[in-house]
């Protein structure tokens, strides 16, 4: 029995996949936002361009492909999405919006059942703070599971790993009745 975190965004989204006893099972990061993708015989060889309507569709597709594809190959029992950060630029929040309903549209299709979580909610319960940072989460994160080290790495980005990771814990959590 599988779990999935996924903290989303097409600057780096991070998913983690845990088993049943907390471990980590297999975990994927990545960004679109200088990669030169091959959809359907179209290419972008461009920088991401949020201004680009075309670009970014092509990219937040590639994006939920690789996600969804991903969820296949572990089947979790249950999928946590972290929801909208609502301080965020209003170009962000749109941007996110259409990436996170085009995923959840495609979770559907694939039969995926999913939860959306605001952030406050997972932070609170990483750290006990609803409004901690991202240093916070992946501090604590790091207690409950010093296995899951993230290693500097440029192809993928530590914060949305630990993020991922502390959204697969609560789901988890939450599947199996655990939170009060």
Do not use: W
Not at 9 to 14: F, Y
Not at 30 to 36: D, I, P, V
Not at 115 to 125: A, R
Request: with cysteine; hydrophobic share 35%.
């Amino acid at each position: 029995m599988n779990f999935a975190g996924i903290d989303p965004s097409l600057n780096g989204t991070g998913i983690v996949i845990l088993d049943e006893q907390e471990k980590v099972v297999d975990y994927l990061s990545f960004t679109t936002r200088t990669r030169k993708i091959d959809l359907h015989e179209l290419c972008v060889n461009k920088e991401f361009n949020e201004d680009d309507e075309k670009n970014r569709s092509l990219k937040i597709a590639y994006s939920v492909q690789q996600l969804i594809e991903f969820l296949s190959i572990h089947q979790p029992q249950l999928i946590c999405l972290e929801g909208y950060s609502f301080g965020s630029h209003s170009r962000s929040v749109t941007i996110l919006a259409e990436f996170s309903g085009y995923l959840k549209i495609c979770m559907l299709k694939h039969n995926f059942n999913f939860e959306v979580i605001p952030p406050t909610k997972i932070k609170k319960f990483i750290t006990g703070k609803g409004n901690a940072g991202k240093d916070e989460v992946k501090e604590a994160v790091k207690k409950l599971n010093p296995a899951f080290l993230i290693q500097d790495n440029p192809n993928y980005k530590q914060f949305d790993l630990y993020d991922a990771f502390a959204i697969s814990l609560f789901t988890k959590k939450l599947y199996k009745k655990e939170l009060m």
